[in-house]
């Protein structure tokens, strides 16, 4: 009988606890529904099987349950890209432990009701989009251990509950890459003392680091880069952090010790940190000396970022003390003295970067031991003497930069064999010799080659071309001489080009012109010749071109790439003509035969010349020379002029003939008639009163009938008229008027043999194309 009250007992007892914990799923399942309502976009459907019955809750994408009480304790939706916003009624999940839905897009504000969720140890919300002030009921969650709202739009103070009257568990709190404001709210009897890791960067942060965070003696890695956080460095808040590995101070305005002179106090306070890794302090303008202690600090630090500060004096050999160094950052300083030899005992250096300052003295030789080493800056300091051969040895070199120094010498081939290297500057030094065919040649070249700014001279190599992955090339202001070759346009990657300020010669190559990405162009100030391949205006990409100081000529339009450009990109070529603002227009070419102008203007020039400049001298000799016209009286040379004429006293024109009549002043010729030699000035003025110059007044009146020009006056007179008629006729400003080319090839033509035998020319004649025109 009890036995049997007891298994009616327990078997009520199991029937409650069932009925109990099929109603708490039944309010998590509908929570979870209420939660998905608010989901806007699932591109990936994660969330795809949540409306099926068949698929129990504790299965749904993303749910974890507790199965021996079957309630939901863990919704993680990371990374699945859902968008829309985070519906309070999650807050019903009353038993939820873990809350990650990070790496959505998640917009809106964070639900105030989370901080309802009394069981939660983990909320991660990163790298969503939700905007507002973070809820001080998340300060509730008494058993949180892991908080993370980095890289959201969050705004306003940081809630003094989140530190102070939160988690006393809380071992990760990241907030970083917002943009909260106002002073680290840790107050003296606050306590943090599992914090493990505390990352605020890249906020707008203010005031001093919080004395209180001195009692977090676990924490492992301090971030507080990126924001305005002021007061002296904390050396005794870190002091007190011997776990400390990653400290990251970095773009505050934190000072050094007594009025930022003062640096040693600040690395005496690490050197309790055995296990320290990471050191920035980056960009907070803190002024001293790096302290000989530097070199005492754990062996393990491998990473030193002390640029763009104000700390001066020399740089400490104990540095080389730190073996497992693998980044040494000194730049932008007032570092001066030279570059101590003991740091290339540091084998594991990867990157050293100590431009920017005012560094003297020779490149240790010794750099060339540093085999891991893959980038190399000190440029614009004050170093001299060569770049060391030693260089060769650096095989996994893929960054040199040694710019804006006083380095002198050549370019030492051994560089070649540096067959890692991506970047090459060697610009603004004093370089001499010739560029090397073993460094043109370095096809691992991806980023850019600059040797501008220094007394390189030679010719361009034809090995640049194998640089097929590079995207920039500066040879600029140096004394290259020779051609351009046209193996450049081979460099299918380039995007800039600059070679101005150099004595190249000759044509610019088509082919770089269509080179595919190609951006800005420069060849400015070189010697230039011949016209401006229309591959560049042509080029869909190009937007910045110079072509200033050269010999080039021709025409240019503004279409194209080129009317991106002013006339600047032109200047100081005097054969360019065009439609750029500020450029000369073109001559308009009326014909074909502009073309032929110079040709038919020397022809003119030397008939004119002996007509009118020696007249006199040579008129009884010519009459000697022409017997059919050397009769003495009157009678003689009225019988050549009728022989020359062919006719009596016709008024007409025949066919390829040319005439002219001393009774009326008929000029013919196979342009067809013209006007009477008494009007003929008449007419041209009244026509072409513009072109009316002298010369052609004195040949006018000269061969008038009313000069009475002798017969072999007369021969010169035809001509001079002829040739006054075409150029008159090859100027018509309508050019259904103007002559053809063959009607100008055969009237010249015809007018040679003319001159060649006068008495073959009759009227009445028809000429052909003379065999030797």
């Given at each position: 009988?009890?036995f049997?009250?007891f298994?009616?007992f327990?078997?009520?007892?199991?029937?409650?606890?069932?009925?109990?914990?099929t109603a708490?799923?039944?309010?998590?399942?509908?929570s979870?529904?209420?939660?998905?309502?608010?989901?806007?976009?699932?591109?990936?459907?994660?969330?795809?099987g949540?409306n099926?019955?068949?698929?129990?809750?504790?299965?749904?994408?993303?749910?974890?349950c507790?199965?021996a009480?079957?309630?939901v304790?863990q919704?993680?939706?990371s990374g699945?890209s859902?968008?829309g916003?985070i519906?309070p009624?999650?807050a019903?999940?009353?038993?939820?432990?873990v809350?990650?839905?990070?790496?959505?897009?998640?917009?809106g504000h964070i639900?105030a009701?989370?901080?309802?969720?009394?069981h939660?140890?983990?909320?991660s919300?990163s790298?969503?989009?939700l905007q507002?002030?973070?809820?001080?009921?998340l300060?509730?969650?008494h058993?949180?251990v892991y908080?993370?709202l980095?890289?959201?739009?969050?705004?306003?103070?940081i809630p003094?509950?989140l530190?102070?009257?939160?988690?006393?568990?809380l071992?990760y709190m990241?907030l970083?890459?917002n943009?909260l404001s106002?002073?680290i709210p840790?107050?003296?009897?606050?306590?943090l003392r599992?914090?493990r890791?505390?990352?605020l960067?890249?906020?707008?942060?203010v005031g001093?680091v919080?004395q209180?965070l001195?009692?977090?003696?676990k924490?492992q890695w301090l971030?507080?880069?990126s924001?305005?956080?002021?007061?002296?460095?904390?050396?005794d808040i870190?002091r007190?952090m011997?776990?400390l590995q990653?400290?990251?101070l970095?773009?505050?305005d934190?000072v050094s010790h007594?009025?930022n002179?003062?640096?040693?106090?600040f690395?005496?306070?690490?050197?309790?940190?055995?296990?320290f890794?990471e050191?920035?302090?980056?960009?907070n303008n803190?002024?001293?000396?790096?302290?000989?202690?530097?070199g005492d600090?754990?062996?393990?630090?491998?990473?030193?970022?002390?640029?763009?500060?104000l700390i001066?004096?020399?740089?400490?050999?104990?540095?080389a003390?730190?073996?497992?160094?693998?980044l040494?950052?000194?730049?932008s300083?007032?570092l001066n003295?030279t570059?101590?030899p003991e740091l290339?005992?540091?084998?594991?250096l990867?990157?050293v970067?100590?431009?920017?300052n005012?560094?003297?003295g020779?490149?240790?030789?010794?750099?060339g031991?540093?085999?891991?080493?893959?980038?190399?800056d000190l440029?614009?300091?004050?170093?001299?003497?060569?770049?060391?051969?030693?260089?060769?040895?650096l095989?996994?070199l893929r960054?040199?930069?040694?710019?804006?120094?006083?380095?002198?010498?050549?370019?030492?081939p051994?560089?070649?064999?540096?067959?890692?290297?991506e970047?090459?500057d060697l610009?603004h030094?004093?370089?001499?010799?010739i560029?090397?065919?073993e460094?043109a040649g370095l096809?691992?070249?991806?980023?850019y080659?600059?040797?501008?700014?220094?007394y390189?001279?030679?010719d361009?190599p034809?090995?640049?071309?194998?640089?097929d992955?590079?995207l920039a090339?500066?040879?600029?202001?140096?004394?290259?001489?020779g051609?351009?070759?046209?193996?450049?346009?081979?460099c299918?990657?380039l995007?800039?080009?600059?070679?101005?300020?150099?004595?190249?010669h000759?044509?610019?190559p088509?082919?770089?012109?269509q080179?595919p990405?190609?951006?800005?162009?420069?060849?400015?100030?070189n010697q230039l010749t011949?016209n401006?391949p229309v591959?560049?205006?042509?080029?869909?990409?190009?937007?910045?071109?110079?072509?200033?100081?050269?010999?080039f000529?021709g025409n240019i339009?503004d279409e194209?790439?080129?009317?991106?450009l002013t006339?600047?990109?032109?200047?100081?070529?005097?054969g360019?003509?065009?439609?750029i603002k500020g450029m000369p227009n073109?001559?308009?070419k009326?014909?074909?035969?502009?073309?032929?102008?110079?040709?038919?203007?020397s022809l003119?020039?030397?008939?004119?010349?002996?007509v009118f400049?020696?007249?006199?001298?040579?008129?009884?000799?010519?009459?000697?020379?022409?017997?059919?016209?050397?009769?003495?009286?009157?009678e003689d040379?009225e019988?050549?002029?009728?022989?020359?004429k062919?006719?009596?006293?016709?008024?007409?024109?025949a066919?390829?003939?040319?005439?002219?009549t001393?009774?009326d002043?008929l000029?013919c010729?196979?342009?067809g008639?013209?006007?009477?030699g008494?009007?003929?000035?008449?007419w041209?003025?009244?026509?072409?009163p513009h072109?009316?110059e002298?010369?052609v007044?004195?040949?006018?009146i000269?061969?008038s009938?009313a000069?009475?020009?002798?017969?072999y006056e007369?021969i010169?007179?035809?001509?001079?008229?002829e040739?006054?008629e075409?150029g008159?006729m090859?100027?018509?400003?309508n050019?259904s008027t103007?002559p053809?080319?063959?009607?100008?090839?055969?009237?010249?033509?015809r007018?040679?043999q003319?001159l060649a035998n006068?008495?073959?020319m009759?009227i009445?004649?028809s000429s052909s194309?003379?065999?030797?025109?």
């Amino acid at each position: 009988m009890g036995f049997c009250k007891f298994s009616k007992f327990s078997f009520l007892f199991l029937i409650s606890i069932l009925f109990v914990s099929t109603a708490e799923l039944g309010k998590d399942r509908a929570s979870l529904l209420s939660f998905m309502s608010g989901i806007v976009l699932d591109p990936e459907n994660a969330l795809e099987g949540w409306n099926s019955t068949n698929v129990h809750v504790c299965n749904w994408s993303g749910v974890g349950c507790n199965h021996a009480r079957d309630q939901v304790v863990q919704l993680d939706l990371s990374g699945r890209s859902l968008h829309g916003t985070i519906s309070p009624a999650i807050a019903n999940l009353s038993s939820l432990v873990v809350l990650d839905l990070s790496k959505n897009l998640f917009q809106g504000h964070i639900p105030a009701e989370l901080g309802s969720l009394v069981h939660l140890k983990q909320l991660s919300l990163s790298w969503n989009l939700l905007q507002g002030n973070i809820p001080s009921e998340l300060g509730s969650l008494h058993q949180l251990v892991y908080l993370d709202l980095g890289s959201n739009r969050l705004l306003g103070d940081i809630p003094a509950p989140l530190f102070c009257n939160g988690s006393y568990s809380l071992q990760y709190m990241d907030l970083s890459n917002n943009s909260l404001s106002g002073q680290i709210p840790l107050k003296n009897e606050c306590s943090l003392r599992e914090l493990r890791f505390l990352l605020l960067w890249s906020n707008r942060l203010v005031g001093p680091v919080p004395q209180a965070l001195s009692n977090s003696s676990k924490l492992q890695w301090l971030d507080l880069e990126s924001n305005m956080l002021s007061g002296e460095l904390p050396s005794d808040i870190v002091r007190k952090m011997p776990q400390l590995q990653f400290l990251y101070l970095s773009y505050n305005d934190f000072v050094s010790h007594d009025g930022n002179t003062n640096l040693k106090p600040f690395f005496a306070s690490l050197l309790n940190s055995s296990n320290f890794q990471e050191l920035e302090l980056a960009g907070n303008n803190l002024g001293g000396e790096i302290p000989p202690i530097i070199g005492d600090l754990s062996t393990k630090l491998v990473q030193i970022h002390l640029d763009d500060n104000l700390i001066y004096g020399s740089i400490p050999p104990h540095l080389a003390n730190l073996v497992n160094l693998t980044l040494l950052n000194l730049s932008s300083n007032l570092l001066n003295g030279t570059i101590p030899p003991e740091l290339c005992r540091m084998e594991k250096l990867e990157r050293v970067y100590l431009s920017n300052n005012s560094l003297s003295g020779e490149i240790p030789a010794a750099i060339g031991n540093i085999t891991h080493l893959g980038l190399l800056d000190l440029s614009n300091n004050k170093l001299s003497g060569s770049i060391p051969d030693s260089f060769a040895n650096l095989s996994q070199l893929r960054r040199l930069m040694l710019y804006g120094n006083q380095l002198s010498g050549t370019i030492p081939p051994s560089l070649g064999e540096c067959v890692n290297l991506e970047i090459l500057d060697l610009s603004h030094n004093k370089l001499s010799g010739i560029i090397p065919g073993e460094v043109a040649g370095l096809r691992s070249l991806k980023l850019y080659l600059n040797l501008s700014s220094n007394y390189l001279h030679g010719d361009l190599p034809l090995e640049l071309s194998k640089m097929d992955m590079v995207l920039a090339i500066d040879l600029s202001s140096n004394n290259l001489s020779g051609t351009i070759p046209s193996q450049l346009g081979s460099c299918i990657a380039l995007e800039y080009l600059n070679l101005s300020g150099n004595s190249l010669h000759g044509e610019l190559p088509a082919s770089i012109g269509q080179l595919p990405y190609l951006k800005e162009v420069d060849v400015a100030s070189n010697q230039l010749t011949g016209n401006i391949p229309v591959t560049f205006q042509a080029s869909s990409t190009l937007k910045e071109m110079n072509f200033s100081y050269n010999k080039f000529h021709g025409n240019i339009s503004d279409e194209g790439a080129f009317s991106l450009l002013t006339i600047h990109s032109f200047l100081g070529n005097g054969g360019l003509c065009g439609s750029i603002k500020g450029m000369p227009n073109c001559r308009k070419k009326h014909s074909h035969l502009i073309i032929f102008l110079p040709v038919i203007l020397s022809l003119f020039a030397t008939p004119l010349m002996f007509v009118f400049g020696y007249p006199l001298v040579l008129k009884a000799k010519c009459r000697s020379e022409l017997p059919v016209f050397n009769g003495g009286d009157s009678e003689d040379e009225e019988k050549g002029r009728q022989e020359l004429k062919g006719v009596d006293d016709e008024n007409t024109c025949a066919n390829d003939s040319i005439s002219y009549t001393s009774a009326d002043g008929l000029l013919c010729g196979s342009l067809g008639y013209i006007a009477p030699g008494s009007s003929l000035h008449e007419w041209i003025k009244s026509q072409y009163p513009h072109k009316l110059e002298p010369l052609v007044k004195q040949a006018l009146i000269r061969c008038s009938p009313a000069a009475m020009p002798t017969a072999y006056e007369k021969i010169w007179c035809d001509v001079i008229l002829e040739l006054i008629e075409l150029g008159l006729m090859c100027t018509q400003p309508n050019p259904s008027t103007r002559p053809t080319m063959l009607d100008v090839a055969l009237e010249m033509g015809r007018l040679k043999q003319y001159l060649a035998n006068p008495a073959s020319m009759l009227i009445g004649e028809s000429s052909s194309k003379p065999d030797d025109f």
